[in-house]
C-alpha cells in the first residue's frame, strides 16, 4: 500500500527486502536499509551545498549562513513511499533458451547479468508484483511445452527476445508484451498463437491483454514507437488505473506509453505535485507521459474537502502520439466538475477572439487587458503532441502559473532550460495564446507568468546540473524544497520532487 504516515516511513528505510537472488541479480543493489544507497547521499549533500544555501528559501528566510560544516544539514527529506516487497507492477525481462545444446527446449527469463548479455533468471522475485511471478511460471511452463525458441542473439535467429509484464492493479491482471524477432506479425506464426492460446488455457484469470511487438533489429533497443511494430492480439486496449488523491475518474495507459513501474509510490508523489500547486492556478505541463500528474492536480483541487478551489485550465505535452489518447479518456471519465467540460469556455472564446492583430495591439498600448486574459470560467483539458521545446514556442506556458515539468533521465532540453533562465520580462503583456502575442517570436519569454515550477527527476546528475542553471540565472528562481522518492527499494535510484519558486 501506499504510504503516507511518519512511522510507516522509518520503519521501511530499516525494512531488509529479503530476496533470494541478492548478489547473484543486477537489479538490486541493497537488500536492507533502501534509502541508504550512493545516489540519495549524493542528493543530500549537494542540496546542503554554500552554492544551493545561497538560494534556498529556508535559509533566506531565516537569515542562516550560506556555508555549513554539515555535509547535510537536512533541508532534503527521503520518503519510501510504499513497500519495500512486491511493488513492482511494471518489469521486462529478458528471454534466453532454457538450453545451450537445443534451442527450442523452451526459455528462461530474467535479467542480464552485470555486464554481459547472460540472463540469470529471477523466478518469484521478492521486488515483483505476485500476478508477474505467476507470469513468469506461467511462461516458463508453456515455452517448455510447446519448444518456443528464444532470440538467438550470435545467430539473429528464431523468436522471442524479451517480455513486458503489467500489472492492473484493481484487477491484479497481467497485459503480456511479448516481443519477437520478427518484421511483421505474420512471420511470429504459428508459435505466438500457439503460445497465447497455452497461457490462457494454463491460467485463464491472469491476462488482461496480449499484444506482440515485432522488433527484428540488432540495437538494444526493446520497443520502437513504429505503431506498425505493435500489434494487439486480445483483450482491452487500455489498462485502467484511479487518478491518485481521489475516486474520481481513471487514467489509460497501453504497452505504447511510458508507465512507472511502481504506482503504488509514484501515487504518493503525484499528491505531493497536486498539493504544491495553489488552488486557481493555471497549469502547464511538460513531459507529460498520459498526463498523470496534472490530471491528479485537476482531481485534488476540484475537491471541496482539499479547502482549494478548481484549477482554470491544464494543458499537458508530450512527443509520444499515443499519449493523447490516453490523455482525452482519461478527461472523458472524470465528472464535468472536475474535467469542466460543460462547464463554460474561457471568456477568449466568446466574439472578442475575433478581434484582429491591430485591435488588440491597440488595447494594449492602451493599458486594457485582452480579452483571453480575465475570466473565471474553465478550459477544457488539453493535450499537444510536441516535444518540450515546441510545446513552449507553440504557447503552452503562455498565462501559467504554474509549470511542471518530470523529463528522461538526461533532464531538461537545452531550449526549455534557456527559457527558464531569462529575467521576467515586465514590458512583455499577459496573454494566454500565442496567437495575441504582440512580439516577434524571438523577444518573447515562453514561461514569463510561470511563479512556481515544479521539477520531478528520475536522474539526480541531470537534476543536479539543471538546478545549478536556474538558481544561478537571472530568473529569480529559489529552492523551496526538495524531497527524495525511494520508488524502487533496493536499487541506487532516487526520484526528486524540486519545488522552484520566483522572487
Excluded at 547535510?72 to 510504499?82: A, R
Excluded at 540495437?219 to 484511479?242: Q, V
Excluded at 498565462?399 to 514590458?427: H, M, Y
Aim: charge should be neutral; glycine fraction near 8%.
Amino acid at each position: 500500500m501506499a504510504n503516507r504516515n511518519p512511522a510507516v516511513n522509518q520503519r521501511r528505510h530499516e525494512e531488509a527486502i529479503g530476496c533470494k537472488h541478492f548478489q547473484d541479480c543486477s537489479g538490486c543493489v541493497v537488500d536492507q536499509n533502501v534509502a541508504a544507497v550512493g545516489v540519495v547521499q549524493s542528493a543530500k549533500f549537494y542540496f546542503s551545498s554554500t552554492s544551493v544555501r545561497r538560494k534556498r528559501v529556508d535559509v533566506l528566510n531565516r537569515g542562516l549562513p550560506f556555508a555549513t560544516e554539515e555535509k547535510d544539514d537536512g533541508f532534503y527529506k527521503v520518503v519510501v513511499p510504499s513497500k519495500v516487497q512486491a511493488w513492482r507492477t511494471q518489469a521486462k525481462l529478458a528471454v534466453a533458451p532454457k538450453s545451450s545444446t537445443w534451442s527450442k527446449d523452451g526459455c528462461q527469463f530474467g535479467l542480464f547479468r552485470q555486464g554481459t548479455h547472460t540472463v540469470l533468471e529471477i523466478p518469484d522475485c521478492a521486488v515483483h508484483h505476485p500476478s508477474i511471478n505467476r507470469a513468469v511460471h506461467a511462461l516458463v511452463d508453456a515455452t517448455e511445452k510447446l519448444g518456443i525458441a528464444a532470440y538467438q542473439e550470435t545467430t539473429r535467429e528464431y523468436g522471442l527476445r524479451y517480455v513486458q509484464f503489467q500489472v492492473e492493479r484493481v484487477t491484479g491482471k497481467i497485459c503480456l508484451t511479448l516481443i519477437w524477432n520478427a518484421e511483421t506479425l505474420k512471420q511470429t506464426q504459428p508459435a505466438l498463437s500457439r503460445l497465447i492460446k497455452e497461457l490462457e488455457a494454463k491460467e485463464p484469470d491472469l491476462w488482461h491483454s496480449f499484444w506482440c511487438h515485432c522488433n527484428d533489429s540488432t540495437g538494444n533497443n526493446i520497443f520502437s514507437r513504429n505503431p506498425r511494430r505493435w500489434h494487439r492480439i486480445a483483450g482491452p486496449e487500455f489498462i485502467r488505473e484511479p487518478i491518485p488523491a481521489t475516486d474520481q475518474g481513471w487514467l489509460y495507459f497501453s504497452p505504447l506509453t511510458f508507465r512507472q513501474g511502481n504506482l503504488d509510490g509514484f501515487d504518493i508523489l503525484a499528491e505531493d505535485v497536486a498539493r504544491a500547486i495553489p488552488g486557481g492556478s493555471k497549469v502547464c505541463e511538460l513531459y507529460a507521459g498520459v498526463g498523470v500528474l496534472g490530471l491528479t492536480a485537476l482531481s485534488y483541487h476540484a475537491n471541496e474537502e482539499n479547502g482549494s478551489s478548481p484549477l482554470p485550465w491544464i494543458r499537458c505535452s508530450d512527443e509520444n502520439p499515443s499519449n493523447s489518447r490516453c490523455f482525452y479518456r482519461a478527461v472523458d471519465s472524470l465528472p464535468l466538475n472536475v474535467s469542466g467540460r460543460g462547464v463554460g469556455q474561457m471568456q477568449g472564446d466568446s466574439d472578442e477572439k475575433f478581434l484582429t492583430l491591430a485591435e488588440l495591439a491597440s488595447m494594449v498600448e492602451s493599458g486594457k487587458t485582452p480579452p483571453t486574459s480575465q475570466g473565471s470560467k474553465r478550459e477544457e483539458p488539453s493535450y499537444l503532441v510536441a516535444s518540450a521545446g515546441q510545446a513552449l514556442k507553440a504557447g503552452q506556458a503562455l498565462g501559467a502559473q504554474v509549470l511542471i515539468v518530470d523529463p528522461p533521465r538526461k533532464g531538461l532540453e537545452a531550449e526549455v532550460l534557456d527559457e527558464l533562465c531569462k529575467p521576467f520580462n515586465s514590458n512583455q503583456p499577459y496573454v494566454e495564446r500565442s496567437t495575441f502575442l504582440t512580439m516577434f517570436d524571438d523577444k518573447v519569454n515562453w514561461v514569463n507568468d510561470v511563479e512556481t515550477l515544479i521539477y520531478v527527476s528520475c536522474g539526480f546528475d541531470a537534476l543536479a546540473r539543471d538546478c545549478e542553471c536556474l538558481l544561478s540565472s537571472p530568473a529569480g528562481w529559489v529552492l523551496q524544497s526538495a524531497t527524495g522518492y525511494v520508488l524502487f527499494p533496493g536499487s541506487d535510484h532516487v526520484e526528486t520532487l524540486a519545488i522552484f519558486k520566483r522572487k
